[in-house]
């Protein structure tokens, strides 16, 4: 906790200092101000949280899926699976320019894609990077959750009379909640902050939050860091806000 509170503390403490007191010296507030009013502020917050709403959503539907048809495989499927986690996220987002991008290796065999992947306004390509990286770490929670304790309790249920839906519903669904909604939580934190992936894949218009604050500080040396340091406070507490969410979750193993 000290280590938290002087590393992260200390990085917000001077964030929040540089975003009132530009290059100049001066202490305003006019940062916040001209941030606040800036259209392609407001752009820029829609699409990052469309982004992080889409990739969370899209990644705990398919991670809870792949849950339940390898809950009961053996460890070659699993770790198959699991393969894309340890990878980073900028080689993901590099390949995918690669393969998906136009004039890419995808685009020259098949003749042109039907979507467009990369600089789609619609940050396409960005839900898909984040999908393919984060559906596998959801996985692997939701995995060690459905242990031999699960199991038991199924059949438990089944000898007193309970149908596959009510299992699901009542002995299931409550093992694996907490694990996906803390693990979904992460996901969200992480897509809220990330850099590489929608820099590489993104559009150039609407930007993500922390591409909006490498633009400011290009753009302008003076109040581009104060701008900068403006726009990423509010993502760091929007983090911390889903953080905090989290521990309400993460007190127990079925998320009560």
Same mark, same amino acid.
């Given at each position: 906790m000290t280590t938290l509170l002087v590393l992260f503390g200390g990085a917000l403490v001077g964030a929040g200092l540089t975003s009132l007191r530009p290059l100049d010296g001066a202490t305003s507030t006019a940062a916040w101000r001209q941030l606040l009013s800036d259209p392609a502020f407001h752009d820029t917050i829609a699409f990052t949280f469309r982004i992080t709403l889409a990739t969370t959503g899209i990644s705990a539907l398919a991670a809870v899926a792949l849950s339940l048809l390898l809950r009961n495989s053996g460890a070659v499927p699993r770790a198959l699976v699991s393969l894309p986690v340890p990878v980073p996220h900028l080689l993901v987002a590099t390949v995918a320019v690669l393969w998906l991008g136009p004039g890419g290796l995808a685009d020259r065999i098949l003749g042109g894609l039907p979507v467009d992947l990369v600089r789609d306004e619609a940050g396409i390509g960005i839900v898909a990077v984040y999908v393919y990286k984060e559906a596998p770490f959801l996985l692997l929670l939701l995995l060690a959750a459905m242990g031999d304790d699960l199991h038991k309790r199924? !059949? %438990? %249920? %089944? *000898? =007193?009379? !309970? &149908? /596959? =839906?009510? &299992? =699901?519903?009542? *002995?299931?669904? /409550? %093992?694996v909640r907490g694990p996906l909604i803390v693990g979904s939580i992460i996901v969200a934190a992480y897509v809220l902050g990330s850099f590489e992936v929608p820099l590489t894949v993104g559009p150039n218009y609407p930007t993500t939050l922390s591409e909006y604050a490498f633009e400011a500080v290009q753009g302008d040396l003076i109040t581009g860091e104060s701008r900068a340091a403006a726009a990423l406070l509010l993502a760091a507490a929007a983090a911390v806000a889903l953080a905090i969410t989290a521990v309400h979750f993460a007190r127990d193993v079925e998320g009560g």
């Open positions: 199924e !059949a %438990a %249920a %089944a *000898v =007193l009379g !309970a &149908s /596959p =839906l009510q &299992s =699901l519903r009542w *002995v299931t669904w /409550p %093992a």
